[in-house]
């Protein structure tokens, strides 16, 4: 019976102490970064690069119903307000890897320019 005890901790405690060792570390990394939303999800756009005849729009149910752009060969999500009204599909749009600055074209014209520093993001809980 104590052997069997002794079992039971040593099981427990191979299983335990590393989930708890990495939900701590999770946990640290998570509240100790002093980044905005906003500027975290900035910092992931900013790497993206798109150059896109738009094939589809469509929303995706699973992440909240938000509205993907699908191309040839990318599809990304478009966080901008009333971007259904603004793109169609045959449009054209241009993202450089670098830039925060979406190009909106329609036949071979420049119409706006998108700029992700204008998004409204929610801080806090």
Request: hydrophobic share 40%; net charge neutral.
């Amino acid at each position: 019976m104590v052997n069997m005890k002794k079992e039971w901790w040593t099981l427990l405690a191979v299983i335990l102490l590393p989930l708890l060792s990495l939900f701590s570390y999770i946990g640290y990394i998570t509240f100790s970064d002093k980044r905005t939303n906003k500027e975290v999800f900035l910092d992931m756009v900013i790497l993206d690069k798109f150059h896109e005849k738009i094939d589809s729009i469509y929303r995706v149910k699973k992440q909240h119903n938000g509205l993907i752009i699908s191309g040839n060969n990318k599809s990304i999500g478009c966080p901008f307000v009333n971007c259904e009204e603004k793109l169609s599909v045959g449009d054209s749009v241009s993202k450089d890897s670098g830039s925060l600055k979406l190009e909106h074209y329609r036949d071979g014209k420049l119409l706006e320019v998108l700029d992700y520093n204008d998004i409204y993001i929610r801080e806090g809980w």
